[in-house]
Nanobody
Framework: QVQLVESGGGLVRPGGSLRLSCAASGIIFRLNTMGWYRQAPGKQRELVTA???????NYADSVKGRFTISRDNAKNTVYLEMNSLKPEDTAVYYC??????????????WGQGTLVTVSS
């Protein structure tokens, strides 16, 4: 079964930190590009950051220097370390995978999302 399961969201004060995790199953994880997207109320979903199979990364300008994406291919898990959080980071964060599974050459998969609320 192809599945992405996020965890780690919650309520944090401005300036605080959170670490999100996304555990993947049913995909050839090491060959997938993994990404984190977010959607704030009333706004479109946007790319936060992504990490390719070769480890290269890209970040939205709004999170550069504050967020870090990493992956553990042995655990089929991608992480998002979020520091210096701001109220404008409040959103539902979604994990995304693009690449091969064990049955198809290419599939795009989404997790169910985890809510991050930054508020005092």
């Amino acid at each position: 079964q192809v599945q992405l399961v996020e965890s780690g969201g919650g309520l944090v004060r401005p300036g605080g930190s959170l670490r999100l995790s996304c555990a993947a199953s049913g995909i050839i994880f090491r060959l997938n590009t993994m990404g984190w997207y977010r959607q704030a109320p009333g706004k479109q979903r946007e790319l936060v950051t992504a990490i390719a199979s070769d480890g290269s990364t890209n970040y939205a300008d709004s999170v550069k220097g504050r967020f870090t994406i990493s992956r553990d291919n042995a655990k089929n898990t991608v992480y998002l370390e979020m520091n210096s959080l701001k109220p404008e980071d409040t959103a539902v964060y979604y994990c995304n995978a693009r690449g091969p599974t064990y049955s198809v050459r290419y599939l795009e998969v989404w997790g169910q999302g985890t809510l991050v609320t930054v508020s005092s």
